[in-house]
Structure formats: structure tokens, C-alpha cells
């Protein structure tokens, strides 16, 4: 019986190993124009500020069209955009499309608000064109998306992607029952 607890062991923390990112995409259709985006994606960990939800035809999307559907947000009432991973080891890759005149600044922070990388874009306006930041193993807490003039309304975002770790402690509850099991498995034969 000893014998059948080393594997099962070896699988248990073996999940920690193998704990891979979760990735998400946020495409910007889901509310209607004017809504001020702050927490409805929590759910998919990510929490918003100054992000203001654009519809098409509502406005300006001549200049500033979506990269798709209809929806886009914008840097209202204050510039930056910030959108905040919820998750213990953050974001470890993070992309999605702009238009902006002035060009943007993307940075990515960590928990302590140190920068990790940036991403400087050209001016764009009349299409769209891909941001992406990377920190491998995660965390990248949160990122701002600056105008590079640092206007408000003056920058859309569209087709949010990002990909964060899992939370040690859900894995830490899956291996917790796997060696519950072994236990009680060992207890009852008598072991």
C-alpha cells in the first residue's frame, strides 16, 4: 500500500509543476454605450478604471473604428486606462488593439508598482494597431494605457486578450483532497 501513496504523491505536487495560465478575452460588446467599465469582467479577474464603453455608430468611429464588433472603451474621465489582474501571481502576457492620434504608452507593473516592461506605440487613427506586453511566470499586476499627450477621450482600446496564472490555493485544495483520499484510502485498508 505504501507503494501506491509515492505516486499518488508525486501527482499531487506534480500539479504545481504543471499549473499553466489562463487566458481570456474581452472583446468590449457586452454593455451598452456610455457604461462606465469598472468591475463586470471580475469574474475573468480583471477590474478596470477610468474605461468608458463606446458603441458605434455613438461615435467618432470613422477615426477611431473597433478592431471588431462595435464595442470599444476609452480613457474616460482621467487618462490612463488601468486594468487591474485580480489574481495572487497576476498576468503574464497581456495584448490588444488601440487607435490614438497621439500614440500610446502600455506599461506593466507588479504588485509593488515597479515597472516591468513598456510598450510604445505610433499614432494611429482610421484603423487600429496590436499592443502586447510579456513577463513570463507572471506577475504583471496591473497595466496603464496612456495617451502619449496625455488627453482623456482621446484613445480607444478594443480586444482586450491576456493570460493569468492560477491561484496556488485552488491548487493547493485539489492536491489537499488527493492526499485526503490516499489517507483515508490507507486508513481503511489498514495500513
Given amino acids: 500500500m505504501k507503494k501506491a501513496l509515492l505516486p499518488l504523491l508525486v501527482f ?7 499549473a499553466g495560465s489562463e487566458s481570456f478575452s474581452i472583446n468590449f460588446e457586452q454593455y451598452p454605450e456610455y457604461t462606465q467599465i469598472t468591475n463586470q469582467y471580475a469574474a475573468q479577474f480583471v477590474t478596470f478604471s477610468n474605461s468608458l464603453q463606446l458603441v458605434a455608430p455613438g461615435y467618432d468611429y470613422f477615426d477611431y473604428p473597433p478592431h471588431s464588433g462595435n ?41 509593488k508598482g515597479v ?27 496591473y497595466i496603464t494605457i496612456s495617451d502619449n499627450g496625455g488627453n482623456p477621450d482621446n484613445e480607444t482600446v478594443d480586444d482586450l486578450s491576456y493570460n493569468v496564472i492560477p491561484e496556488p490555493s485552488s491548487l493547493l485544495i485539489v492536491c489537499s483532497g488527493l492526499l485526503s483520499g490516499a489517507g483515508l484510502l490507507r486508513l481503511k485498508t489498514g495500513v
Fill in 12 to 18: 499531487a505536487f506534480s500539479a504545481f509543476a504543471f
Fill in 71 to 111: 464595442g470599444v472603451i476609452t480613457n474616460d474621465p482621467n487618462d490612463p486606462i488601468q486594468v487591474n489582474f485580480t489574481t495572487l501571481s497576476g498576468a503574464d502576457k497581456v495584448s490588444g488593439w488601440y487607435t490614438d492620434p497621439n500614440g500610446v504608452t502600455v506599461n506593466a507593473y507588479n504588485s
Fill in 115 to 141: 515597472l516591468l516592461s513598456s510598450f510604445n506605440g505610433a499614432g494611429v487613427i482610421g484603423s487600429s494597431l496590436e499592443f502586447s506586453l510579456s513577463e513570463s511566470g507572471g506577475g504583471i499586476a
